[in-house]
């Protein structure tokens, strides 16, 4: 590629996305391979995922949307919340495992901060984490959302576990 890069195909031409449709909530409720990996994903909903519990959830959501990787489903994510103006919250973000660490994850969460600064006018957006959720901390982090409080929650196993808040200021990007 240019400046001597690797060659990769442009992000544009791999990831695409659009709203959830009915015919994509069977292969995403495959993509939370464990009781652990929902909980992170969904915490309110019962392993394994099914479409009625996907379903149900979105219909209490905000732009409830999926990432394809060259045509193909490979991620959802949605906003739990939407206060224009003010805030958007980013939730039930997941990616199917053959392709995490491969950018769906990142270009799923650019297209929902956008639609949080241009179409709801939000001043941050928000996303939360379950401190052992590692590879989400610090793709989050990366992507220049910061720790600003913590709550406490019940694991799966009855234990505490933090559940950390993250936001991205307008006017980092902006």
């Keep these: 590629g240019r400046n001597g890069g690797p060659n990769r195909k442009a992000e544009s031409d791999m990831f695409t996305h659009r709203p959830l449709e009915d015919r994509d909530l069977e292969s995403i409720c495959m993509f939370p391979r464990s009781e652990e990996e929902l909980f992170y994903m ?3 909903a019962r392993y ?3 479409p009625e519990q996907l379903l149900d959830a979105a219909k ?3 732009d ?3 990432v394809l990787v060259n045509g193909v489903v490979a991620g959802y994510g ?3 919340e939407v206060k224009e103006g003010e805030r958007c919250v980013i939730g039930n973000l997941v990616v199917k495992l053959s392709e995490r660490g491969r950018g769906a994850a990142s270009y799923l969460i650019r297209v929902f901060v956008d ?3 241009q179409r709801y006018a ?3 957006v928000r996303i939360s984490c379950f401190n052992h959720n590692t590879a989400g901390l610090f793709l989050y ?3 220049g959302f910061r720790p600003v409080d913590m709550e406490e929650r019940r694991g799966l196993d009855g234990k505490r576990v933090a559940l950390i808040h993250m936001h991205l200021s307008r006017d980092v990007i902006y």
């Design 122 to 124: 939000a001043d941050h």
């Design 115 to 117: 639609t949080a600064f």
């Design 48 to 50: 394994p995922l099914t």
């Design 78 to 80: 949605n906003f739990i």
């Design 64 to 66: 409830p949307s999926v």
């Design 60 to 62: 209490n959501r905000h």
């Design 42 to 44: 969904f915490p309110k």
């Design 141 to 143: 982090r990366k992507l």
